[in-house]
C-alpha cells in the first residue's frame, strides 16, 4: 500500500524559506519518479517540481533557480527546498507518486504573506 505524508508547510515571509520532506511507504523512491505539486485557491494542479529515479530533477518555470528537490534513499524520503518565496507560491502542496495511478498524499499548507 502507498503512502506519501508531507510535512514542513507553514507562514512564511516573502523572501522566506522553507523546506517541505514527503516521507514515502510502500514504494522505494529511488526507482521511481517522485513529484510536487501545488493547489492554489481557485486554480488547478499545477507541476512544481520532479526528480527521477536517474536523480535528474525538472521544475516548472515559476520556481527554476529557488526551490530545488532531492531525495534522502535511506530515509525514503523526497525533499521541497523553497527559497526565496512569494506571495504567489501559496498553496497546498502534494508529493506524488505515478505508477498504475496518481497517489498523493495529504498535503501541506504554505503560506507567504507578511
Known amino acids: 500500500q502507498v503512502q506519501l505524508a508531507e510535512s514542513g508547510g507553514g507562514l512564511v515571509q516573502p523572501g522566506g524559506s522553507l523546506r517541505l520532506s514527503c516521507a514515502a511507504s510502500?514504494?522505494?523512491?529511488?526507482?521511481?519518479?517522485m513529484g510536487w505539486y501545488r493547489q492554489a485557491p481557485g486554480k488547478q494542479r499545477e507541476l512544481v517540481a520532479r526528480?527521477?529515479?536517474?536523480?535528474?530533477?525538472n521544475y516548472a518555470d515559476s520556481v527554476k533557480g529557488r526551490f530545488t528537490i532531492s531525495r534522502d534513499n535511506a530515509k525514503n524520503t523526497v525533499y521541497l527546498q523553497m527559497n526565496s518565496l512569494k506571495p504567489e507560491d501559496t498553496a497546498v502542496y502534494y508529493c506524488?507518486?505515478?505508477?498504475?495511478?496518481?497517489?498523493w498524499g495529504q498535503g501541506t499548507q504554505v503560506t507567504v504573506s507578511s
Open positions: 506524488n507518486y505515478r505508477f498504475d495511478r496518481d497517489y
Open positions: 510502500g514504494i522505494t523512491i529511488s526507482s521511481n519518479t
Open positions: 526528480i527521477a529515479s536517474t536523480g535528474y530533477p
